[in-house]
Protein backbone atom coordinates (compact mmCIF):
# COMPACT_ATOMS: atom_id res chain seq x y z
CA UNK A 1 0.00 0.00 0.00
CA UNK A 2 2.51 2.32 1.01
CA UNK A 3 4.84 1.85 -2.43
CA UNK A 4 1.06 2.34 -4.31
CA UNK A 5 0.89 6.04 -2.44
CA UNK A 6 4.50 6.59 -3.01
CA UNK A 7 4.09 6.24 -6.85
CA UNK A 8 0.94 8.50 -7.00
CA UNK A 9 2.45 10.95 -5.07
CA UNK A 10 5.48 10.83 -7.40
CA UNK A 11 3.38 10.80 -10.48
CA UNK A 12 1.72 14.32 -8.74
CA UNK A 13 5.14 15.94 -10.09
CA UNK A 14 5.04 15.56 -13.92
CA UNK A 15 0.72 16.65 -13.25
CA UNK A 16 2.27 19.80 -11.71
CA UNK A 17 4.66 20.70 -13.91
CA UNK A 18 2.46 19.68 -17.29
CA UNK A 19 0.06 22.65 -15.53
CA UNK A 20 2.56 25.32 -15.38
CA UNK A 21 4.01 24.50 -18.78
CA UNK A 22 0.37 25.09 -20.30
CA UNK A 23 -0.02 28.60 -17.88
CA UNK A 24 3.71 29.69 -18.96
CA UNK A 25 2.74 29.09 -22.53
CA UNK A 26 -0.56 30.89 -22.26
CA UNK A 27 0.80 33.54 -20.36
CA UNK A 28 3.70 34.11 -23.34
CA UNK A 29 0.86 34.32 -26.00
CA UNK A 30 -1.81 36.29 -24.09
CA UNK A 31 -2.61 39.88 -25.06
CA UNK A 32 -1.42 42.76 -23.05
CA UNK A 33 1.48 43.57 -20.83
CA UNK A 34 2.12 43.38 -17.22
CA UNK A 35 4.02 46.31 -16.98
CA UNK A 36 1.51 48.35 -18.35
CA UNK A 37 -0.66 47.00 -15.61
CA UNK A 38 2.16 48.34 -12.84
CA UNK A 39 3.44 51.46 -13.81
CA UNK A 40 0.77 52.54 -16.61
CA UNK A 41 0.84 52.60 -20.42
CA UNK A 42 2.21 56.34 -20.32
CA UNK A 43 4.65 55.58 -18.92
CA UNK A 44 8.41 56.49 -19.82
CA UNK A 45 10.55 53.73 -21.99
CA UNK A 46 12.95 54.13 -19.88
CA UNK A 47 10.70 53.01 -17.16
CA UNK A 48 8.71 50.44 -18.27
CA UNK A 49 12.27 48.66 -19.66
CA UNK A 50 13.57 48.90 -16.31
CA UNK A 51 10.43 47.02 -14.64
CA UNK A 52 10.57 44.78 -17.46
CA UNK A 53 14.27 43.54 -16.35
CA UNK A 54 13.42 43.50 -12.45
CA UNK A 55 10.38 41.29 -13.00
CA UNK A 56 12.34 39.18 -15.30
CA UNK A 57 10.51 39.77 -18.00
CA UNK A 58 13.27 39.96 -20.75
CA UNK A 59 14.29 36.65 -20.49
CA UNK A 60 13.29 34.06 -22.83
CA UNK A 61 10.48 31.45 -21.99
CA UNK A 62 12.15 28.40 -21.03
CA UNK A 63 14.76 30.34 -18.82
CA UNK A 64 11.86 32.03 -16.74
CA UNK A 65 9.49 28.71 -16.70
CA UNK A 66 13.06 26.44 -15.34
CA UNK A 67 13.51 29.23 -13.29
CA UNK A 68 10.12 29.21 -11.59
CA UNK A 69 10.03 25.40 -10.89
CA UNK A 70 13.49 25.85 -9.64
CA UNK A 71 12.25 28.10 -6.87
CA UNK A 72 9.05 25.87 -6.35
CA UNK A 73 11.37 22.78 -5.53
CA UNK A 74 13.83 24.41 -3.44
CA UNK A 75 12.23 26.54 -2.05
CA UNK A 76 8.71 26.64 -2.14
CA UNK A 77 8.61 29.80 -3.42
CA UNK A 78 5.60 30.64 -5.81
CA UNK A 79 7.09 34.22 -6.82
CA UNK A 80 5.60 37.56 -5.80
CA UNK A 81 2.60 39.47 -6.61
CA UNK A 82 3.31 41.70 -9.64
CA UNK A 83 0.37 44.39 -8.09
CA UNK A 84 1.21 44.30 -4.27
CA UNK A 85 4.91 42.73 -4.43
CA UNK A 86 3.67 40.00 -1.44
CA UNK A 87 5.07 36.83 -1.35
CA UNK A 88 2.01 34.77 -3.92
CA UNK A 89 2.00 31.40 -1.25
CA UNK A 90 0.76 33.72 1.86
CA UNK A 91 -2.01 35.36 -0.47
CA UNK A 92 -3.28 32.30 -1.95
CA UNK A 93 -2.78 30.45 1.44
CA UNK A 94 -4.81 33.35 3.12
CA UNK A 95 -7.61 32.19 0.81
CA UNK A 96 -7.23 28.67 0.22
CA UNK A 97 -9.53 27.86 3.09
CA UNK A 98 -12.53 29.81 1.62
CA UNK A 99 -12.37 27.26 -1.93
CA UNK A 100 -11.92 24.27 0.17
CA UNK A 101 -14.90 24.26 2.28
CA UNK A 102 -16.43 25.73 -0.56
CA UNK A 103 -15.82 22.74 -2.85
CA UNK A 104 -15.82 19.92 -0.25
CA UNK A 105 -19.46 21.65 0.90
CA UNK A 106 -20.83 21.53 -2.48
CA UNK A 107 -19.43 17.81 -2.91
CA UNK A 108 -21.11 16.92 0.18
CA UNK A 109 -24.35 17.99 -1.02
CA UNK A 110 -23.98 16.35 -4.28
CA UNK A 111 -23.43 13.14 -2.33
CA UNK A 112 -26.28 13.78 0.22
CA UNK A 113 -29.03 14.18 -2.96
CA UNK A 114 -27.08 12.40 -5.86
CA UNK A 115 -26.90 9.07 -4.06
CA UNK A 116 -30.41 8.77 -2.71
CA UNK A 117 -31.89 10.24 -6.01
CA UNK A 118 -30.04 7.31 -7.96
CA UNK A 119 -30.91 4.50 -5.75
CA UNK A 120 -34.62 5.57 -5.97
CA UNK A 121 -34.31 5.59 -9.47
CA UNK A 122 -32.61 2.49 -10.33
CA UNK A 123 -35.45 0.88 -7.71
CA UNK A 124 -38.28 2.75 -9.32
CA UNK A 125 -36.95 2.14 -12.98
CA UNK A 126 -39.32 3.50 -15.64
CA UNK A 127 -41.78 4.98 -13.19
CA UNK A 128 -42.82 8.72 -13.01
CA UNK A 129 -40.37 9.02 -10.06
CA UNK A 130 -37.38 7.56 -12.13
CA UNK A 131 -37.96 10.12 -14.86
CA UNK A 132 -38.54 12.96 -12.91
CA UNK A 133 -35.24 12.21 -10.83
CA UNK A 134 -33.44 11.81 -14.40
CA UNK A 135 -35.04 15.32 -15.55
CA UNK A 136 -33.80 17.09 -12.23
CA UNK A 137 -30.41 15.08 -12.47
CA UNK A 138 -29.87 16.41 -16.30
CA UNK A 139 -30.73 20.18 -15.28
CA UNK A 140 -28.00 19.92 -13.00
CA UNK A 141 -26.05 19.11 -15.27
CA UNK A 142 -27.23 20.95 -18.19
CA UNK A 143 -27.73 24.51 -16.93
CA UNK A 144 -24.58 27.24 -17.56
CA UNK A 145 -23.69 27.82 -13.63
CA UNK A 146 -23.12 31.64 -14.16
CA UNK A 147 -27.02 31.54 -15.39
CA UNK A 148 -27.84 29.49 -12.55
CA UNK A 149 -25.84 31.81 -9.99
CA UNK A 150 -27.95 34.88 -11.29
CA UNK A 151 -31.29 33.16 -11.37
CA UNK A 152 -30.72 31.81 -7.58
CA UNK A 153 -29.63 35.73 -6.58
CA UNK A 154 -32.40 37.10 -8.41
CA UNK A 155 -35.09 35.02 -6.48
CA UNK A 156 -33.88 34.41 -3.26
CA UNK A 157 -32.14 37.42 -2.28
CA UNK A 158 -33.87 40.01 -4.25
CA UNK A 159 -37.40 39.08 -4.65
CA UNK A 160 -37.48 37.04 -1.68
CA UNK A 161 -35.37 38.32 0.75
CA UNK A 162 -34.43 35.10 2.11
CA UNK A 163 -30.73 35.25 1.56
CA UNK A 164 -27.86 37.35 0.94
CA UNK A 165 -26.71 38.30 -2.40
CA UNK A 166 -22.78 38.21 -1.62
CA UNK A 167 -21.54 36.27 1.03
CA UNK A 168 -18.33 38.51 1.77
CA UNK A 169 -19.65 39.65 5.03
CA UNK A 170 -22.68 37.68 5.81
CA UNK A 171 -21.15 34.60 7.46
CA UNK A 172 -22.48 31.07 6.87
CA UNK A 173 -25.68 32.06 5.86
CA UNK A 174 -24.20 33.72 2.36
CA UNK A 175 -22.71 30.43 1.93
CA UNK A 176 -25.56 28.87 0.56
CA UNK A 177 -26.28 30.09 -2.81
CA UNK A 178 -22.58 29.38 -3.84
CA UNK A 179 -22.94 25.63 -2.17
CA UNK A 180 -26.04 25.22 -3.57
CA UNK A 181 -25.01 26.36 -7.33
CA UNK A 182 -22.15 23.71 -7.28
CA UNK A 183 -23.36 20.97 -5.27
CA UNK A 184 -26.70 21.08 -8.00
CA UNK A 185 -24.01 20.83 -10.99
CA UNK A 186 -22.70 17.76 -9.53
CA UNK A 187 -25.97 15.97 -8.27
CA UNK A 188 -26.34 14.86 -12.20
CA UNK A 189 -23.45 12.62 -12.27
CA UNK A 190 -23.12 11.19 -8.94
CA UNK A 191 -27.36 10.53 -9.50
CA UNK A 192 -26.71 8.68 -12.74
CA UNK A 193 -23.57 7.06 -11.76
CA UNK A 194 -25.83 5.64 -8.68
CA UNK A 195 -28.54 4.78 -10.89
CA UNK A 196 -26.67 2.65 -13.13
CA UNK A 197 -24.59 0.89 -10.95
CA UNK A 198 -27.35 0.15 -8.95
CA UNK A 199 -29.25 -1.51 -11.79
CA UNK A 200 -26.68 -3.94 -12.58
CA UNK A 201 -26.13 -4.71 -8.45
CA UNK A 202 -29.74 -5.24 -8.04
CA UNK A 203 -29.83 -8.07 -10.71
CA UNK A 204 -27.02 -10.12 -9.05
CA UNK A 205 -28.26 -13.37 -8.00
CA UNK A 206 -27.36 -12.49 -4.17
CA UNK A 207 -30.02 -9.42 -3.87
CA UNK A 208 -32.31 -12.50 -5.58
CA UNK A 209 -31.50 -14.79 -2.55
CA UNK A 210 -31.67 -11.92 0.15
CA UNK A 211 -35.15 -11.07 -0.73
CA UNK A 212 -36.22 -15.17 -1.06
CA UNK A 213 -35.22 -15.13 2.58
CA UNK A 214 -37.13 -13.01 3.42
CA UNK A 215 -35.41 -9.62 4.23
CA UNK A 216 -36.75 -6.38 3.88
CA UNK A 217 -36.29 -4.68 0.89
CA UNK A 218 -34.94 -1.46 2.56
CA UNK A 219 -31.90 -3.92 4.26
CA UNK A 220 -31.61 -5.40 0.43
CA UNK A 221 -31.07 -1.98 -1.40
CA UNK A 222 -28.95 -0.06 0.88
CA UNK A 223 -26.90 -2.91 2.91
CA UNK A 224 -26.35 -5.53 0.12
CA UNK A 225 -27.12 -3.67 -3.09
CA UNK A 226 -25.86 -0.12 -2.79
CA UNK A 227 -22.38 -0.93 -0.49
CA UNK A 228 -21.51 -2.94 -3.56
CA UNK A 229 -22.61 -0.74 -5.98
CA UNK A 230 -20.73 2.07 -4.63
CA UNK A 231 -17.66 1.76 -6.48
CA UNK A 232 -18.10 3.60 -9.64
CA UNK A 233 -19.98 6.39 -7.25
CA UNK A 234 -16.51 7.17 -5.34
CA UNK A 235 -15.02 6.97 -8.68
CA UNK A 236 -17.24 10.17 -9.54
CA UNK A 237 -16.54 11.64 -6.29
CA UNK A 238 -12.80 12.78 -7.66
CA UNK A 239 -14.20 13.86 -10.64
CA UNK A 240 -17.19 16.04 -8.90
CA UNK A 241 -14.25 17.63 -6.56
CA UNK A 242 -12.61 18.55 -9.76
CA UNK A 243 -15.69 20.21 -10.90
CA UNK A 244 -16.36 22.06 -7.97
CA UNK A 245 -13.00 23.75 -7.79
CA UNK A 246 -13.43 25.00 -11.45
CA UNK A 247 -17.72 25.62 -10.11
CA UNK A 248 -15.77 27.57 -7.14
CA UNK A 249 -14.16 30.06 -9.27
CA UNK A 250 -17.46 31.39 -10.42
CA UNK A 251 -19.17 31.12 -7.69
CA UNK A 252 -16.41 33.40 -5.56
CA UNK A 253 -16.89 35.80 -8.37
CA UNK A 254 -20.66 35.98 -8.89
CA UNK A 255 -21.42 35.91 -4.75
CA UNK A 256 -18.03 37.76 -3.44
CA UNK A 257 -16.26 34.83 -2.05
CA UNK A 258 -12.91 35.85 -0.98
CA UNK A 259 -11.20 32.79 -2.72
CA UNK A 260 -8.43 31.57 -4.66
CA UNK A 261 -10.54 31.58 -8.18
CA UNK A 262 -11.73 34.97 -7.57
CA UNK A 263 -8.04 35.56 -6.40
CA UNK A 264 -7.47 33.99 -9.93
CA UNK A 265 -9.30 35.90 -11.91
CA UNK A 266 -8.11 39.34 -9.97
CA UNK A 267 -4.71 38.04 -11.16
CA UNK A 268 -5.53 37.34 -15.32
CA UNK A 269 -7.54 40.79 -15.83
CA UNK A 270 -4.32 42.46 -14.16
CA UNK A 271 -2.02 40.07 -16.08
CA UNK A 272 -0.09 38.88 -12.46
CA UNK A 273 0.91 35.60 -14.05
CA UNK A 274 2.63 34.67 -10.58
CA UNK A 275 -0.26 34.96 -9.25
CA UNK A 276 -2.05 32.87 -11.68
CA UNK A 277 0.67 30.03 -11.77
CA UNK A 278 0.91 30.05 -7.90
CA UNK A 279 -3.02 29.94 -7.63
CA UNK A 280 -3.34 26.94 -10.25
CA UNK A 281 -0.15 24.85 -8.43
CA UNK A 282 -2.06 24.93 -4.85
CA UNK A 283 -5.79 23.92 -7.11
CA UNK A 284 -3.74 21.12 -8.54
CA UNK A 285 -1.92 19.62 -5.55
CA UNK A 286 -5.20 19.78 -3.90
CA UNK A 287 -7.19 17.58 -6.53
CA UNK A 288 -4.32 15.29 -6.93
CA UNK A 289 -4.25 14.51 -3.56
CA UNK A 290 -8.01 14.25 -3.68
CA UNK A 291 -7.40 11.55 -6.19
CA UNK A 292 -4.91 9.74 -4.32
CA UNK A 293 -7.83 9.97 -1.24
CA UNK A 294 -10.50 8.43 -3.43
CA UNK A 295 -8.46 5.65 -4.53
CA UNK A 296 -7.47 4.37 -0.89
CA UNK A 297 -11.06 4.80 -0.12
CA UNK A 298 -12.05 2.01 -3.07
CA UNK A 299 -10.04 -0.50 -0.65
CA UNK A 300 -12.86 0.74 2.58
CA UNK A 301 -15.71 0.74 0.17
CA UNK A 302 -13.76 -3.09 -1.40
CA UNK A 303 -11.92 -4.97 0.67
CA UNK A 304 -11.03 -6.92 -2.55
CA UNK A 305 -9.33 -4.20 -3.68
CA UNK A 306 -6.69 -4.07 -0.55
CA UNK A 307 -5.92 -7.59 -1.05
CA UNK A 308 -4.74 -6.77 -4.76
CA UNK A 309 -2.65 -4.02 -3.37
CA UNK A 310 -1.47 -6.42 -0.16
CA UNK A 311 -0.60 -9.17 -3.04
CA UNK A 312 1.31 -6.84 -5.27
CA UNK A 313 2.96 -5.88 -2.38
CA UNK A 314 4.41 -8.78 -1.49
CA UNK A 315 5.30 -9.92 -5.09
CA UNK A 316 7.40 -6.78 -5.34
CA UNK A 317 9.07 -7.47 -1.88
CA UNK A 318 9.79 -11.49 -3.23
CA UNK A 319 11.27 -9.91 -6.35
CA UNK A 320 13.53 -8.41 -4.42
CA UNK A 321 14.46 -10.89 -2.37
CA UNK A 322 15.03 -12.96 -4.77
CA UNK A 323 17.82 -10.46 -6.94
CA UNK A 324 19.15 -10.09 -3.81
CA UNK A 325 19.90 -13.68 -3.46
CA UNK A 326 21.14 -13.84 -6.83
CA UNK A 327 23.79 -10.93 -6.36
CA UNK A 328 24.97 -12.60 -3.50
CA UNK A 329 25.38 -16.35 -5.03
CA UNK A 330 27.18 -14.93 -8.01
CA UNK A 331 29.58 -12.87 -5.41
CA UNK A 332 30.19 -15.65 -3.58
CA UNK A 333 31.07 -17.73 -6.68
CA UNK A 334 33.45 -14.76 -7.52
Not at 275 to 296: Q, R
Not at 299 to 323: C, I, W, Y
Amino acid sequence: MLRYIGKRILWMIPVILGVLLIVFGLSEIAPGDPVDQIVGVDAPEEIREAKREELGLNRPFLVRYVDYVAGIVTRGDLGKSYQTGLPVFKEVMQKYPNTVKLAFMAVAVALIIGIPLGVVSAVKQYTFIDNASMVFALFGVSVPQFWFALMMMLIFAVKLKWLPASSATSGALGMVMPVAMIGIANVGNIARTTRSSMLEVIRQDYIRTARAKGQKEGKVVFRHALQNALIPVVANVGNSMASSLGGAVVAEQVFSVDGVGRYMLTAINARNWPAVCGGLVILAITFSVVMLCVDLIYTVVDPRLKDEFNAASKMAAQKRAFKKAAKEKAAAKA
